[in-house]
């Protein structure tokens, strides 16, 4: 069954110090895994994208890592802040045949920086 | 550029009414249009999705439907809602053809009371 699995479900911090969130995922075949940014009440807002052969993206304090051998990716916050606060979903795209593509979500985790 | 709209942004409606809820794109042409729903502590649900006019695929049985009237218009309904319908109901597009971004618009929350 294709799955998609984040830890920690949660995640208290304080202003400007690094965290780093967990993807582990069982979808095959693997097309491409993306990193969102959801605010509180608000649409998500794509972070970054990686393809099989990349296993790093930056995208500002973001990084995203990727290890398509054990099918693991990380998130990584350098210097949080406030703004930071929101839940961070993993998707991973799989080709599902005949020109169609099918995205599992990660149920998120829910960081919270304090000051 | 692109921008994806979604309105109402808050809805409260009592059980068995119906639905409507509207998603359009402006900025591009012969989108993939899709339809979500986030239930609390959830992830997101893919609900619907459509790749033309007139063409919805449903990836989960329920007592809504979608169509898409126009190129980029895509409309979430249902006849009669049920308190399980309650959640944040997410529109997305993305380019045709591949497995590209998908960009999200504001959110609908329904509350079925």
């Known amino acids: 069954k294709n799955q998609v699995e984040q830890s920690p479900q949660s995640l208290i911090i304080l202003e400007g110090k690094n965290c780093t969130l967990q993807c582990n995922y069982t979808v095959s075949p693997f097309s491409n895994l993306r990193w969102y940014k959801q605010d509180t009440g608000r649409g998500p807002v794509s972070l970054t994208i990686m393809t099989f052969s990349e296993n790093t993206k930056s995208n500002g304090r973001y990084t995203a890592t990727l290890d398509a051998d054990t099918k693991q990716s990380s998130l990584h916050i350098t210097a949080s802040q406030l703004s930071d606060s929101a839940s961070y979903i993993c998707v991973v795209s799989l080709y599902s045949g005949a020109g169609s593509y099918q995205l599992t979500f990660g149920k998120g985790t829910k960081l919270s920086v304090i000051p | ?113």
């Open chain 2, 1 to 113: 550029s692109q921008t994806i709209h979604q309105w109402p942004a808050t809805l409260v409606q009592p059980v068995g009414s119906p639905l409507s809820l509207e998603c359009t794109v402006e900025g591009t042409s012969n989108p993939n249009l899709y339809w979500y729903r986030q239930a609390a502590g959830r992830g997101l649900q893919l609900l619907f999705y459509s790749v033309g006019i007139g063409q919805i695929s449903s990836e989960v049985p329920q007592n809504l439907s979608a169509s898409r009237p126009q190129d980029r218009q895509f409309i979430l309904s249902s006849k009669k809602l049920l308190l399980s319908d309650s959640g944040f109901y997410l529109c997305a597009w993305s380019v045709a053809g591949g497995p590209y971004e998908q960009y999200f618009g504001p959110g609908t929350r329904l509350t079925v009371t």
